[in-house]
């Protein structure tokens, strides 16, 4: 599998979409801080960027890699490679690239703004980490579609309705369903509508490290309480690790029994 | 020797390879025929394990290939069309191939061979589909595998490189290499098999040698006798 | 002239005759009670530096001025009050007074005050104490350069550090005051300026103001408290320049206005607060050239607001600008920078060519179901906010900034 993900990896590292994403995010950074030149000001309006973009990037990016180099796969498929070394490997090449871009197209302006001097370090890293969870989960569920469907423009199709999905409609769906029982105690549901949406859970846990928690009143104290705790960061973590783990390991499956 | 027993591969509802028995011998080169999606591919892709099927058994060298990988290093193939990850140079992809299969490997020869000398630097996007195919040949031939499956070697290739080919498949089978080839180009399959393996709706039309379907056929042109299976089928 | 020269001998020689008494442990007189009891209207008490342990020291009809030199503790080992006094022109200066006795039935002060006109209370440190400053009916009074600090646990176990009842024309400056319960209480108190003052980590409120009118508050600093200044039925209060920052959690805010009318808040900083300004019941408020700078909401408005405007002030990345319950009266909003604004301006003026909404549909929805404040930055809500403020059915039609600025007002 190493070898398959060095050589997705470095056939990605010299991908043209590769570096635009990169640019992208060093763009970003350098401008949003040059407006702002205020670190946790640019953190939040990042936050913002990330919990939408990551995700879409990921999936988009990761259905065009597996369709563009289905006939190299199909070259390694008849190499003495096992299946699931080499999809695992393309998906963490890719995944691990586009991490790689948002690291160091993020990284490089904040820490030439003077991240390592300021308070929000911390809130930076949280941004990072999630933002990573959310390229390896979106890039995988990506791989998912791509692997269930021949037909290219379909899967495209299929992955931008999953981003549609669970960046807007999710929420659209939550909140009605907020408006509707208002009656009702909301809290537990609300814990829990949100942790089965992976953007959702990555962004409450963003927004809590940038301390809006208190803007959250009442329920705000129950997301504190449960997300504040190391329970909570643990459990919630272990969502998004969930959220990388199930997509990989249908990936396997998926690839076991496939045809090419 | 490659034993296939009662061989069925359906894609949705459509039934490809419908019962095959077919027992490959070492050594000899055996034409794979068949009018498009006869299931030539799917029976080759079947023996690879890139198809799974949904009912029989493959066995090479006595071992059923089901959930193995291993037994891939005793064959070279070259796939239909060649299309490589375009960031990559030629060597690099030469390079990445031997460092996946881990063997030693002969590349040096072929691509003289080949004449790729010049090409080698050059990243595969820029490549012409001829070049393409040589790289591919490459790739397949480099490793000295006893069985060697070739789809649509010809594809793209010039005439001089045409003969170059043959030449090469002819010394790999004086090594005593299994050859298995699907071509649509009749002329080149009369000129180079021995054994034909004509598939028709999947299933085995014709498993025997040149002269025995010449004479079965009554023709004493390949490409007639050929023509005369399809006809007759379809009469 | 004889007779004048003696008038101005007498004149010159009368300070002088006020007499000094001076308190150590190895004076003449070695308790504070003892100087008090011996001195006469007019004298001055020096405490040299030590620790006295003294509580229920009282002061009734004698101006004297009691001084500490290099701040002697006066340990009231929690029982009671410290200073009880009734007199008028009483100063106190220099003294460190710790330990006063908590109590849910009295409150118990470091220095109490009770029909004592013309008071000085000057650069003492308070320590571990229930109240600080209770003073009552006392006008004409100055309280400067003092710092107070209670234990700050809970409020049932905490006072005020500094206290006003009925009390009118008290001057209360340069005070630093932290961890009490409000840090600065005025009830029933007019014309009384409080200035340059640090309120901070205090359970209830920085500032205070009940039934107060006529009182301003300049160049004071409230941080992290339960809330920033509470100013509740108060009329004419006058809020300058003043910075409210970081009063932060689920029920917080910098600034609660509660029934209060004729009031101007002019150059204030509003910073890092949960709620900025918290307005029930408002009218002829002004607000004018005040910064409101990474809030949840900056302005929210419960309702029962008249003629309240919101002039020059500049909105900078607020979760929230302006939460708005209750009709839109003639309340305007106009001529303020918000940086969530995203219009235009083709005409170069400096004010953006399309009016502002500064109130979202969202806010508008977690007023109805707070539960829904989880999906605050969700992709969704922006897409909903911007198509009602495109056009709008839920919020306020009216409630528009007509002259939004393009760029961040500077005063």
């Known amino acids: 599998m190493f070898k398959i993900l060095k050589y997705s990896f470095y056939d990605l590292?010299?991908?043209?979409?590769?570096?635009?994403?990169?640019?992208?995010?060093?763009?970003?950074?350098?401008?949003?801080?040059?407006?702002?030149?205020?670190?946790?000001?640019?953190?939040?309006?990042?936050?913002?960027?990330?919990?939408?973009?990551?995700?879409?990037?990921?999936?988009?990016?990761?259905?065009?890699?597996?369709?563009?180099?289905?006939?190299?796969?199909?070259?390694?498929?008849?190499?003495?490679?096992?299946?699931?070394?080499?999809?695992?490997?393309?998906?963490?090449?890719?995944?691990?690239?586009?991490?790689?871009?948002?690291?160091?197209?993020?990284?490089?302006?904040?820490?030439?703004?003077?991240?390592?001097?300021?308070?929000?370090?911390?809130?930076?890293?949280?941004?990072?980490v999630t933002g990573v969870f959310l390229t390896f989960i979106f890039t995988a569920l990506a791989f998912n579609i791509a692997l269930s469907n021949e037909n290219k423009i379909k899967g495209f199709g299929f992955a931008i309705l999953l981003w549609l999905f669970l960046a807007v409609i999710y929420d659209g769906i939550f909140l009605m369903a907020l408006v509707h029982f208002q009656e009702y105690p909301l809290d537990k549901f609300a814990l829990i509508a949100t942790m089965g949406n992976p953007i959702d859970l990555s962004r409450i846990l963003i927004l809590l490290k940038l301390d809006i928690s208190a803007l959250l009143g009442y329920t705000g104290a129950v997301f504190k309480n449960f997300f504040g705790t190391s329970m909570g960061t643990i459990l919630s973590l272990g969502m998004l690790s969930l959220w990388v783990i199930l997509p990989v390991w249908r990936i396997s499956a998926k690839a076991k029994k496939k045809d090419f | 020797m490659v034993t296939i027993e009662s061989l069925y591969k359906k894609f949705g509802k459509n039934e490809v390879l419908k019962g095959i028995d077919l027992t490959i011998k070492d050594g000899g080169i055996i034409a794979v025929l068949g009018p498009n999606g006869s299931g030539k591919t799917t029976?080759?892709?079947?023996?690879?394990?890139?198809?799974?099927?949904?009912?029989?058994?493959?066995?090479?060298?006595?071992?059923?290939?089901?959930?193995?990988?291993?037994?891939?290093?005793?064959?070279?193939?070259?796939?239909?069309?060649?299309?490589?990850?375009?960031?990559?140079?030629?060597?690099?992809?030469?390079?990445?191939?031997?460092?996946?299969?881990?063997?030693?490997?002969?590349?040096?020869?072929?691509?003289?061979?080949?004449?790729?000398?010049?090409?080698?630097?050059?990243?595969?996007?820029?490549?012409?589909?001829?070049?393409?195919?040589?790289?591919n040949l490459v790739l397949t031939f480099m490793f000295n595998s006893p069985l060697v499956i070739l789809d649509e070697p010809t594809s793209g290739l010039d005439p001089i490189s045409l003969i170059r080919l043959k030449e090469w498949i002819h010394k790999e089978k004086a090594k005593g290499k299994t050859i298995l080839i699907t071509s649509h180009i009749m002329s080149f399959v009369e000129e180079i098999a021995e054994d034909l393996l004509f598939i028709l709706e999947g299933k085995i039309y014709f498993n025997g040698s040149v002269q025995e379907l010449k004479k079965q056929t009554g023709q004493t042109d390949f490409e007639h006798a050929i023509a005369n299976i399809l006809t007759e089928h379809h009469v | 002239m004889k007779h004048f020269l003696s008038v101005l001998f007498l004149l010159y020689f009368l300070p002088s005759m006020a007499g000094e008494i001076r308190v150590c442990s190895s004076c003449e007189i070695k308790t504070v009670k003892q100087a008090i009891e011996m001195a006469q209207s007019g004298d001055t008490i020096s405490i040299e530096e030590g620790i006295y342990k003294e509580s229920d020291i009282t002061i009734i009809n004698k101006s004297l001025h009691i001084k500490g030199i290099n701040y002697p503790v006066i340990d009231a080992g929690m029982n009671g009050t410290a200073f009880a006094i009734k007199a008028e022109g009483v100063t106190i200066e220099g003294l460190k007074i710790i330990n006063i006795g908590r109590s849910h039935?009295?409150?118990?002060?470091?220095?109490?005050?009770?029909?004592?006109?013309?008071?000085?209370?000057?650069?003492?440190?308070?320590?571990?104490?229930?109240?600080?400053?209770?003073?009552?009916?006392?006008?004409?009074?100055?309280?400067?350069?003092?710092?107070?600090?209670?234990?700050?646990?809970?409020?049932?176990?905490?006072?005020?550090?500094?206290?006003?009842?009925?009390?009118?024309?008290?001057?209360?400056?340069?005070?630093?005051?932290?961890?009490?319960?409000?840090?600065?209480?005025?009830?029933?108190?007019?014309?009384?300026?409080?200035?340059?003052?640090?309120?901070?980590?205090?359970?209830?409120?920085?500032?205070?103001?009940?039934?107060?009118?006529?009182?301003?508050?300049?160049?004071?600093?409230?941080?992290?408290?339960?809330?920033?200044?509470?100013?509740?039925?108060?009329?004419?209060?006058?809020?300058?320049?003043?910075?409210?920052?970081?009063?932060?959690?689920?029920?917080?805010?910098?600034?609660?206005?509660?029934?209060?009318?004729?009031?101007?808040?002019?150059?204030?900083?509003?910073?890092d607060n949960t709620i900025a300004v918290n307005a029930d019941g408002t009218t002829r408020v002004e607000f004018i050239e005040n910064d409101f700078k990474n809030n949840g909401y900056a302005i929210k408005v419960h309702g029962g607001a008249y003629t309240t405007s919101f002039t020059r002030n500049n909105f900078l990345h607020n979760s929230f600008d302006v939460g708005y319950s209750g009709r839109l009266n003639d309340n305007t909003f106009s001529g303020n920078y918000w940086t969530n604004y995203s219009g235009y301006d083709l005409d170069k003026d400096n004010i953006g060519d399309v009016a502002y909404r500064p109130v979202k549909l969202f806010s508008h929805i977690v007023n109805q179901t707070p539960e829904a404040i989880v999906l605050l930055r969700s992709l969704f809500i922006d897409i909903m906010d911007f198509s009602e403020k495109v056009s709008p059915i839920f919020t306020p039609k009216e409630l528009i900034d007509p002259h939004p600025q393009m760029k961040r007002i500077l005063w």
């Not at chain 1, 691990?96 to 890293?125: E, K, N």
């Not at chain 3, 509740?232 to 910075?243: C, T, V």
Request: net charge neutral; glycine share 8%.
């Open chain 1, 13 to 128: 590292s010299r991908s043209r979409w590769s570096y635009v994403y990169f640019l992208f995010y060093l763009l970003l950074g350098f401008t949003l801080l040059f407006l702002n030149n205020d670190l946790s000001g640019a953190v939040i309006t990042m936050m913002n960027v990330i919990i939408v973009l990551v995700p879409l990037i990921g999936t988009i990016f990761g259905v065009m890699y597996y369709y563009d180099s289905k006939e190299f796969t199909e070259l390694l498929l008849a190499q003495p490679i096992k299946r699931k070394s080499i999809f695992l490997g393309q998906y963490f090449g890719v995944a691990i690239s586009l991490a790689a871009s948002l690291i160091l197209g993020l990284g490089i302006p904040f820490v030439a703004y003077g991240l390592f001097q300021s308070g929000a370090i911390w809130d930076f890293v949280i941004l990072l």
């Open chain 2, 43 to 135: 029976l080759i892709k079947s023996i690879l394990g890139m198809v799974i099927p949904n009912k029989g058994t493959i066995s090479i060298n006595g071992q059923n290939i089901k959930k193995d990988w291993k037994y891939r290093k005793e064959i070279d193939y070259l796939p239909q069309i060649a299309n490589f990850p375009g960031n990559l140079t030629v060597q690099e992809l030469i390079k990445m191939i031997k460092d996946l299969r881990d063997k030693p490997a002969n590349d040096d020869e072929l691509i003289a061979f080949f004449k790729l000398e010049n090409f080698l630097d050059k990243k595969l996007v820029t490549l012409s589909g001829g070049t393409k195919q040589k790289v």
């Open chain 3, 105 to 271: 039935t009295k409150d118990y002060a470091a220095i109490l005050l009770n029909g004592s006109q013309n008071f000085t209370l000057k650069n003492n440190i308070l320590e571990n104490v229930f109240f600080g400053f209770l003073i009552e009916k006392s006008d004409n009074g100055l309280i400067e350069g003092n710092r107070i600090e209670g234990e700050g646990i809970d409020q049932a176990n905490s006072g005020n550090a500094i206290h006003l009842w009925n009390s009118n024309e008290i001057t209360i400056k340069n005070n630093h005051v932290k961890e009490m319960r409000d840090g600065i209480y005025i009830e029933f108190g007019k014309n009384c300026k409080i200035i340059n003052n640090v309120c901070e980590k205090n359970l209830r409120y920085g500032l205070h103001f009940m039934f107060s009118d006529s009182n301003s508050y300049i160049g004071n600093t409230f941080e992290d408290n339960g809330a920033g200044v509470a100013v509740m039925f108060s009329k004419h209060i006058e809020m300058k320049k003043n910075l409210f920052k970081k009063n932060w959690g689920p029920a917080s805010y910098g600034l609660l206005l509660k029934e209060i009318s004729d009031a101007t808040l002019e150059h204030n900083i509003f910073e």
